[in-house]
């Protein structure tokens, strides 16, 4: 059973830029959280997606975003990208419907520079 | 906010050592999970404990969830190299829609 794949593993882009992250959950898995992980403040819960609808929401601004296809797998979006936004960003999938146990992705590292 | 509080933040021991990190909090778990992460990697999901009072075992890693359900404690024995990565605990608190809330860490390093 293959796990969770995010694609791209590293991605490098400058200020104001825009940025799309991938993230594929493992085979029977509807939700998928998204999270991002600094050293300082560590994983920050940003959103999830359960059948293709956001149950959940964490405290970030608008250009954050995220949608969810008909096959589970899910995309981030963060528009006008700033330095803070440097972090390594994390994908979780789940079952959605009986525990809380995510399984995460390797992650892809954001470098805004 | 930060609600769950790891601690130590950073441990280095030497190997065969037996060491012990805490996760607390002041509000009540209905379940609270331990994960490992190695750098560069995604956290891996080690146990999930759901009674008060509950302790798991997984080989040398010894999981322990308060009477309360506000606390849960890991002991390792005779520690190695291979331990070595960031200990993270997650919570969900009762009625928060199922949001997993993570602790900042406990950073192990495990010298041989």
């Known amino acids: 059973k293959a796990g969770v794949t995010q694609t791209p593993r590293y991605l490098i882009k400058t200020r104001g830029q825009q940025v799309t992250l991938s993230c594929s959950p493992i085979?029977?898995?509807?939700?998928v959280s998204w999270y991002q992980q600094t050293p300082g403040q560590g994983l920050q819960f940003l959103f999830e997606y359960f059948s293709e609808t956001q149950r959940n929401k964490g405290n970030f601004p608008g250009r954050f975003s995220g949608r969810q296809f008909s096959n589970s797998r899910s995309e981030m979006n963060v528009s006008t990208l700033e330095l803070g936004d440097s972090a390594l960003y994390l994908c979780a999938s789940s079952l959605g419907t009986q525990g809380p146990e995510a399984f995460f992705g390797q992650g892809t590292r954001l470098t805004v520079v | 906010t930060q609600l769950l509080e790891q601690s130590p933040q950073f441990l280095s021991i030497q190997e065969g050592e037996n060491l012990t990190v805490y996760c607390n909090s002041s509000?009540?778990?209905?379940?609270l999970q331990w994960y490992r992460q190695e750098p560069g990697e995604g956290p891996v999901l080690l146990v999930t404990v759901v009674t008060g009072g509950e302790v798991k075992k997984l080989k040398r890693l010894t999981f322990q969830f308060g009477d309360a359900r506000k606390d849960s404690s890991l002991h390792i024995t005779a520690a190695q190299p291979g331990d070595t990565g960031l200990y993270l605990c997650a919570g969900v608190y009762a009625g928060n829609n199922r949001k997993l809330i993570w602790g900042l860490g406990t950073s192990l390093a495990v010298n041989p």
């Open positions: 085979s029977g898995h509807r939700s």
């Open positions: 509000s009540v778990f209905s379940s």
